[in-house]
């Protein structure tokens, strides 16, 4: 009897380890975790009041496995380069920044590619905080934190500090990094192709 509690208990603690190479969806689905290595997949250009701005090399995200990892796991990504992702319908969307090692700019997109919000200096390993699209999204893109104020995407714009979902405001809990959305008062939209 004790030999049968004893395989259990092995055969329960393999069973609940999930190793550090591998994801799990929103469906409980484990996946092996994605090559973290840039790999170019488009091209992506943004607008500001119809002039170019910036260009960059992206990434896409637009499966459940690819939109799941995102930029987790990720020293460093280099200010020419960014993740768009593709959701297949529009909706609201908030994006956490578990597992991300830089901090970033979330740019949330409407259908129509035009800018919706940015979520700026976002804290690496954040888990909530993290301001949520203002609208319903379908693109979203991520870069390094502080190149939509670089790029001018943000002039003419109101700022705000971010109310987690609790509603406490994140300043008067963690001194270390507000999380600020920008809701966006001139036209900015991107064109982008696949390679």
Not at 41 to 67: M, S, Y
């Amino acid at each position: 009897m004790r030999l049968f509690f004893v395989v259990l208990g092995i055969s329960s603690l393999l069973l609940g380890c999930t190793p550090a190479h591998q994801v799990v969806d929103q469906e409980g689905q484990t996946n092996a975790l994605l090559s973290t290595e840039f790999k170019q997949e488009g091209q992506l250009t943004l607008f500001v009041a119809e002039q170019a701005v910036q260009t960059l090399a992206i990434e896409i995200a637009d499966n459940t496995p690819q939109i799941m990892q995102g930029l987790m796991h990720r020293d460093s990504l280099s200010e020419d380069r960014g993740m768009l992702f593709i959701y297949p319908d529009s909706g609201p969307r908030q994006f956490w920044m578990k597992n991300t090692r830089i901090s970033l700019d979330i740019l949330y997109f409407d259908e129509n590619q035009r800018l919706l919000n940015i979520a700026q200096d976002t804290e690496p390993f954040a888990l909530t905080g993290i301001p949520a699209s203002e609208g319903d999204a379908m693109y979203i893109l991520e870069i390094n934190a502080g190149l939509s104020e670089k790029w001018g995407l943000l002039s003419n714009t109101d700022s705000s500090t971010s109310i987690n979902q609790t509603g406490i405001n994140q300043a008067s809990i963690n001194q270390t990094s507000i999380n600020r959305t920008t809701t966006i008062s001139h036209p900015v939209r991107f064109e982008f192709t696949r390679q």
